[in-house]
């Protein structure tokens, strides 16, 4: 689908959000559901990049992303007005808890976008939202203020220029001494991340889930290229369909 | 003003027109059919389907580069067992022929795999990969050397009962010699090009982005490779042609047949463009429509 760029901003050095609009199924789109974007119009880039939604309105969404290479750089100097060929709502979202139920959402840094989706999505359903999101250091944080109204919010940095000194994990730490528990676990965020968030969580009853990234090709199933192994490792399950948001005991982190 | 006749005849089969999405990179039809009706597509190659499940390499497996990309898949599949079970009744509802792509790692297994597809009564047609650049044992060392080849393709023959298809590697040293141990083996046609190998590194970790170090270079970079292998293939053997390599457009096709391919595949462009074939198809036509083409065969192997 041909859609149009509403609004374009850096908020953090080399993260960029853009704001897309035109004709789209939004009110149908569920958190942790992705995009599939062209860049360019020629054949100098064959792949779309997948990239994960942080906001919908009624007429509009928003996505967030790093600069990482060319695709992305390339999608970071369009202009309001400028249109995107999207792909999408695609994969599977993050499944939604009972009424009231207590939820955490852990998210590091650019896995935090689709989080905020979510979180705006629990306010219906629940009052008992506690937060945690890691950054690189105060430079890199975002989202920070819009998180803050969704919850409990904690931040940590990995050089404690905002927040915590430290990671994800030590503020879950600290959350649980000062008694805070949970029965649903959100997150999203490097993979050496999920992973110690589903260790540290292993031996607890909480439900949680994880949504993964890896490089994609068609983002509809056909090319096998974002595969993950089972828990088990006996089968792969390919990422853009089956996921990319999965319950963390399906895969292997 | 009539309209041109895309339709054309290979090695015994018919198809509405000469536009197939390549193996591997349209699944088993289903993850497309939610962009368009099957049935508009000349045909369908699916997935490299082998004797057992296989979970392919580690990730990444995929990546951009320059005008293409890079696949080191690995072959995975749910084997032929599954596959005959469970994905071609599917695909052989929605009206158009099928070609199974077929791989292993020893001739008995490629027969092995070559008697359940054609015993399922479901394919239309086997297309023999002996040219999957991305797995150490097997595939590509039946693709290389003339002489395995040819006694692979004489096995595999001897069994199967539909059309029998070759994709040849053109990660070799000489396309015609290949293409003719292919054609002395039995073969009713040949796919090529598969991808040429190649290798991207990130420099900034110093390590190379795929996980399995190299993989198979395709789309529109490999298209001249495409258009000189398919013509110097064509020059040599007497079989059908099913030409592919970086094909985007109704006049990459076009050039392909010109070179002296029958019908043509597309991969790397649909995932690009998930409709891809269909423009491609709309191209074609449109292109013959002005040329006062009549049909394919006017000017399939014009090029001498």
Redesign the interface.
Known sequence: MLLRVRGISEIAPEIWQITIGGEFPYETIQPGQFLMIRVGSGKEHVLRRPISIAAVTKESMTIILRVVGQGTKWLSERCIGDSLDVLGPLGRGFPRPEKDARVLIIGGGLGVPPLYFLGEALQAETDNVDIVLGFRTKEHCILTGEFSRLGHLVITTDDGSLGINGNVIDAVVSLRNSGRRWDYVYSCGPQGMLSRVKQHFSSQDVKGYVSLEEHMACGVGACHGCACPSEDHSVTRRICVSGPVFAWDEVSL | MSYPDLSIEIAGLHLRNPVIPAS????FG???A?FYPLNQLGAVAV?ATTLK?R??NP??????V????L?A?GL?NPGVDYVVRYELPWLANQDVPIIVNVAGETEPEYVEVTKKICASGLASAIELNVSCPNVAAGGITFGVEPEVLQDLVAAVREVCTIPLFVKLSPNVTDIRKIALAAQAGGADGLTLINTLIGMQIDIYRRRPVLANRTGGLS??AIKPVAVRMVYEAAQVVDIPIIGMGGI?SGEDAVELIMAGASAVMVG???????FACPQIICELEDFMRKQGIRNLEEIRGCIR
């Open positions: 591997g990179c349209f699944g289903r993850e497309y939610r997935k499940p979970m392919g990730t990444p497996r995929v990546t951009e320059s005008g293409g990309m696949n898949i995975a789309g529109p985007y790397t462009a649909n995932f690009t463009n998930p």
